[in-house]
Nanobody, 119 residues
């Protein structure tokens, strides 16, 4: 069983920073691509950032230049450093671990952590 647990959310003023953490248990972390998604009230869940098992990163246009995703394989943890936060960044942030084994995709989600940015 794989568990994915997010932490680090909270309330911050516009222009401030937060760092989210996502701890993943189990042996799949090293082979997993890790993703951050977010879902604002009344909106669909949207992709925010990716870090592959090899360390390559990719970002949505809405956060590029402000957010940084990173991973620590020794700690089986992925981080999302969020700077220059805007009220429109307010959402529940979800961590997702995805790996493929014998052509089967395994997909694990955390419970989410709330980020609220006040204007």
């Amino acid at each position: 069983q794989v568990h994915v647990v997010e932490s680090g959310g909270g309330l911050v003023q516009a222009g401030g920073s937060l760092r989210l953490s996502c701890a993943a248990s189990g042996s799949i972390f090293g082979s997993s691509a890790m993703y951050w998604y977010r879902q604002a009230p009344g909106k669909q869940r949207e992709w925010v950032a990716t870090v592959t098992s090899g360390g390559s990163t990719n970002y949505s246009d809405s956060v590029k230049g402000r957010f940084t995703i990173s991973r620590d394989n020794a700690k089986t943890t992925v981080y999302l450093q969020m700077n220059s936060l805007k009220p429109e960044d307010t959402a529940v942030y979800y961590c997702n671990a995805k790996t493929t084994f014998l052509s089967v995709v395994y997909d694990y989600w955390g419970q989410g952590t709330q980020v609220t940015v006040s204007s």
